[in-house]
Every structure is written in C-alpha cells, then in structure tokens.
C-alpha cells in the first residue's frame, strides 16, 4: 500500500477548510519582496514594483484597502479571488466610488503565510514578469484605532518559526 502524501502547509489542522477568498481576507498583508522571471530579488523601490509595494487589508465583505508603507492612503475598492484560487481580481474606486481601473492577476501562491501575486510590465508578452510576494502581518490598518485585524492575534510579534512574521512597525 502506498504511502499518503503529507497535506500541504495550508491544509494543517487549524487551517483547513479555508476557500481561497477566507485565506486572503484572513490577515493583513505586508509587500515583503519581488522577484522576477529569473529569480532575481527586485527592490521594492524599483519602479518596475513600487505601486505594488504597501499594507493590503482584504476584508471578508469583499472590499479592500491598501496603504502604502508610510501608512498613507493608496487604494480601495472591491475585490474577489477564483474559487480555486488562481486569481485575484481588484477595482480601484475614488472618493465618489467611481472605479478608476480592474486588473486580474495569477496567483502563484497562497497560504495563511505568504500571498504571492504575479503582474506583467506587458500584458503582451509573458516572458517577463514580477512575482510580488506579501508576509502576513500584525500592522494595524491606519484609522482603525489599533481595532483591525491581527490585533490581539495571540502571536505576540512572534510568529510560530514555519514564517517569517513582519511585525509591522518597522519598514
């Protein structure tokens, strides 16, 4: 008799059952790094990434908001990951909730850790490509008065040593 495969990380004990859209809205996001099609680490200041780079908070509602990472205002709108989890669909609305533009994107990876999307300098050609990876983290969302997500999560900062745990204090 041949042996069971071991669950993947995301299906452990106190996480399973989690649709994909349960996965993202679960916590608060940190851009933590960007790769490209070669491997290589890109700075999240090159400007290849950089409008990718801040706080997201996804909530269960459907709707997000996204900040960058001096805690000023970016976006906010609507949102929804494909059932199966290969996708991640946002519009951005002004003020009016007008919306300013959608962009659908591969995800290539999602766990309760790590949220890891796919974006396209040219939507033409493929070949080149940014992977933009997000860490969860405690960040408070800004003007929430320390009542968002990952408040008292029970982690203390630490994190459980499978991750690395952004803090969200420091940049």
């Known amino acids: 008799m041949a042996a069971e495969a071991p669950a993947p990380a995301a299906a452990s004990a106190s996480w399973k059952n989690l649709t994909p859209s349960e996965t993202l809205a ?28 801040g706080w997201a908070y996804f909530d269960a509602d459907g709707t997000y908001t996204m900040y960058n990472l001096d805690d000023s205002p970016k976006l906010r709108g609507d949102w929804t990951v494909a059932a199966d989890g290969s996708s991640r ?35 033409g050609d493929t ?10 983290t405690n960040h408070v969302e800004p003007g929430t008065d320390a009542k968002g997500p990952g408040v008292n999560n029970g982690q203390g900062g ?3 040593g499978d991750y690395h745990f952004n803090n969200g204090n420091a940049r």
Request: charged share 20%.
């Open 26 to 53: 679960s916590t608060p996001w940190k851009t933590t790094s960007a790769v490209d099609q070669d491997g290589n680490r890109v700075a999240l200041d090159n400007p290849a990434v950089s409008n990718f780079v």
């Open 89 to 123: 669909w946002i519009n951005a609305k002004d003020a009016n909730g007008n919306v300013l533009f959608q962009r659908t994107v591969p995800i290539t990876e999602l766990t309760k850790n790590v949220f890891t999307y796919r974006v396209f300098p040219n939507a």
């Open 127 to 136: 070949s080149v490509y940014y992977d933009i990876v997000h860490t969860k």
């Open 158 to 160: 630490e994190g459980n």
